[in-house]
């Protein structure tokens, strides 16, 4: 009997659990670098994620450098506070603060405070190295073996402009959703590389719309980044992207809402 109990117990652990993990929000709504803008908050600041958890965002996007010493931090820029983060030692780098008292978050952090809650996915964009194609490579298995020691799969999608990373990437993790922000490969060239979608730039959309559509009938997904604009914002919703990056979350809302 006790066998039986624990059991079932374990069965409706599991069942919840999935469940919770398959419960994301489905709004096509990224913020981009956190919902930092309406507040006042860092970009890529763990305030700034907290800030669209809280909007319920289907996802909150960060950007992910490798210190001189081999730990991934977020930040957007090569530069943390004047320092350049790739020849920078970790140490170094968390002797300064973020306006809001925040230290540089590494990614484990990051992911650790994303992986309380089970509605906003967390967007991972590996960043090109400018040191080498190496060193973007190697970022992106860092990112790789991190997010599978914290068994954060289900919470993580990846992006990046190196083409080379989001292959690596793929490689290490062949169920991993990488999507290609750069803009020049078109959805076939994606498919065949075994990416998740595209991520380009609005101006790029506007100019191939038609890549829309064949990428969603490739079974691709479409982010479009980074949006601001609330006619672009309506033209994307009318095209039925699948997701749309913003430093406006809110007016995003406001315009999906009012559909």
């Known amino acids: 009997m006790l066998r ?13 659990l999935s469940f919770s993990q398959g419960s994301f929000h489905k ?48 930040n957007h820029d090569a530069d943390f506070l004047e320092m350049p983060i790739e020849t920078t030692s970790f140490k170094e780098l968390r002797s300064k603060k973020l306006p809001n008292g925040e ?31 190496a060193r973007s490579e190697e970022l992106a298995a860092k990112c790789v073996a991190i997010v599978k020691d914290m068994k954060a799969e289900k919470w993580v999608d990846y992006i990046t402009f190196s083409y ?32 998740f979608g595209f991520d380009y730039n609005i101006r790029i959309v506007r100019a191939k719309p038609e890549w829309i559509k064949e990428a969603q009938e490739l079974g691709l997904t479409v982010n479009v980044w980074t949006v601001n604009n609330p006619e672009d914002m309506q033209w994307l919703l009318d095209q039925k992207v699948d997701f749309i990056t913003t430093d406006e979350p809110e007016l995003l809302f406001g315009l999906i809402q009012g559909k």
């Open 27 to 74: 709004n096509s709504v990224i913020a981009h670098r956190g919902a930092w803008k309406a507040n006042g908050l860092p970009q890529n600041s763990i305030a700034s994620l907290n800030e669209a958890v809280r909007l319920q965002c289907e996802g909150s996007e960060f950007d992910v450098w490798m210190t001189a010493d081999g730990v991934p931090v977020v």
């Open 4 to 16: 039986l109990l624990l059991a079932s117990l374990a069965l409706v652990m599991t069942t919840a």
């Open 103 to 133: 230290k540089i978050p590494t990614v484990k952090e990051y992911l650790k405070r994303g992986m309380k809650q089970n509605g906003t996915k967390l967007i991972v964009e590996v960043k090109p190295s400018k040191i080498s194609v």
């Open 164 to 195: 080379e990373a989001g292959k690596k990437i793929i490689e290490l993790d062949p169920k991993a959703n990488v999507a290609y922000l750069n803009g020049e490969k078109s959805p076939a060239e994606l498919k065949e590389a075994g990416f």
